[in-house]
């Protein structure tokens, strides 16, 4: 076998995933082959080491994370009364603005639309007026005759 499939043999091995059959194999093999049993030994210092420097999980710590994520919740989920209604109120203010605003437009519109139909009156009454002063003026007749003819002629 090589050395490589030994190292990954011995790599199942530490962790875990190795079955009883294959152990004995690996065994055997590493009894053969030196540089596997230096691969071997230096894994199981290393699993030592790691187990060696894992310690327990204080029971503190733990409810102290909790309730430090709870008091981290309730401060982001309460904001202030003016940043909770500082949208509302600007929201509303330009509503109102903006309401105000239409009903000043209107009423100018109402004022302009009063103007306008006045005017239309008016030029309606004065153009009857010319109609009639047209109607009520006798036909005239123009005769028109030359007395002096007058004949120019280009100089050159």
Do not use: H
């Not at 302009?112 to 009520?136: C, D, G, H, P, R």
């Amino acid at each position: 076998m090589s050395t490589e499939k030994i190292r990954a043999t011995i790599n199942k091995y530490f962790d875990n995933e190795l079955s009883k059959q294959d152990e004995i194999i690996l065994f055997t093999q590493l009894s053969q082959n030196e540089e596997a049993r230096e691969y071997f030994k230096q894994q199981n210092i290393l699993k030592t080491s790691l187990q060696a420097s894992v310690s327990e999980f204080p029971e503190e710590l733990e409810k102290r994370i909790l309730n430090s994520i709870g008091e981290i919740n309730s401060r982001q989920n309460s904001p202030s009364f003016i940043k909770k209604y500082l949208p509302v109120a600007i929201s509303s203010g330009v509503a109102l603005l903006l309401l105000l605003m239409s009903l000043l437009f209107y009423s100018k519109t109402l004022n302009y639309k009063e103007q306008l139909n006045a005017t239309i009156w008016q030029v309606n009454k004065q153009q009857q007026m010319i109609q009639l002063l047209f109607n009520s003026l006798p036909t005239a007749e123009v005769k028109g005759y030359l007395k002096n003819q007058v004949i120019i002629t280009p100089k050159m």
